[in-house]
T-cell receptor, first 113, second 117 residues
Framework: DAEITQSPRHKITETGRQVTLACHQTWNHNNMFWYRQDLGHGLRLIHYSYGVQDTNKGEVSDGYSVSRSNTEDLPLTLESAASSQTSVYFC????????????FGPGTRLTVL | AQKVTQAQTEISVVEKEDVTLDCVYETRDTTYYLFWYKQPPSGELVFLIRRNSFDEQNEISGRYSWNFQKSTSSFNFTITASQVVDSAVYFCALSEARGNYGQNFVFGPGTRLSVLP
């Protein structure tokens, strides 16, 4: 069965360190997204990609970067982790076009000390 | 800009009660899509339903039903005869097409539903 996975599921890091969260999907979807979930804010879009070599900034992109070298993967990098980036991160993917639902990974809980 | 409002932050009901979760959206597009997702205590996000802006028919799936009204920009979700397993955070979302391939997806802040035995 097709799926979307994230690793690690839990991560504790220190302020200033670089952190990379992995996202891998086997749906063969062109669209991939990264969100963060914080209490009171729902899901906020960090970065998204509509295909290989395509990346775009979302609502809360400062301090984050992504790259898309193949269809299956969209790693999210925190260049220099800050305590404000403590959150639960979700990766999602969807088929091309606006009417398609997004399928979500299980999430990564990141704590920055 | 598009926006989704879920005014109810938390709702508590007793098992077997009916409950309605409200969702109000804002968009300038004439073509758009509305979604509901469920996030149970285990944390995953589960897709429940999609509706496009041209289809205002209400939908029923078992104990779940959705009422889409363009006149009030609302897409409300009703659970009939609620059960403890319905306890979760429910998110309403709005998607607007961007070109042929893209989508601009916005989530509401969510409503936490607690169903008490």
């Amino acid at each position: 069965d097709a799926e979307i996975t994230q690793s690690p599921r839990h991560k504790i890091t220190e302020t200033g360190r670089q952190v990379t969260l992995a996202c891998h999907q086997t749906w063969n979807h062109n669209n991939m997204f990264w969100y963060r979930q914080d209490l009171g804010h729902g899901l906020r879009l960090i970065h998204y990609s509509y295909g290989v070599q395509d990346t775009n900034k979302g609502e809360v992109s400062d301090g984050y970067s992504v790259s898309r070298s193949n269809t299956e993967d969209l790693p999210l990098t925190l260049e220099s982790a800050a305590s404000s980036q403590t959150s639960v991160y979700f990766c999602a993917s969807s088929e091309s076009a606006g009417y398609n639902e997004q399928f979500f990974g299980p999430g990564t809980r990141l704590t920055v000390l | 800009a598009q926006k989704v409002t879920q005014a109810q932050t938390e709702i508590s009901v007793v098992e077997k009660e009916d409950v309605t979760l409200d969702c109000v959206y804002e968009t300038r597009d004439t073509t758009y899509y509305l979604f509901w997702y469920k996030q149970p205590p285990s944390g995953e996000l589960v897709f429940l339903i999609r509706r496009n802006s041209f289809d205002e028919q209400n939908e029923i799936s078992g104990r779940y039903s959705w009422n889409f009204q363009k006149s009030t920009s609302s897409f409300n979700f009703t659970i009939t005869a609620s059960q403890v397993v319905d306890s979760a955070v429910y998110f309403c979302a709005l998607s607007e097409a961007r070109g042929n391939y893209g989508q601009n997806f916005v989530f509401g802040p969510g409503t936490r539903l607690s169903v008490l035995p």
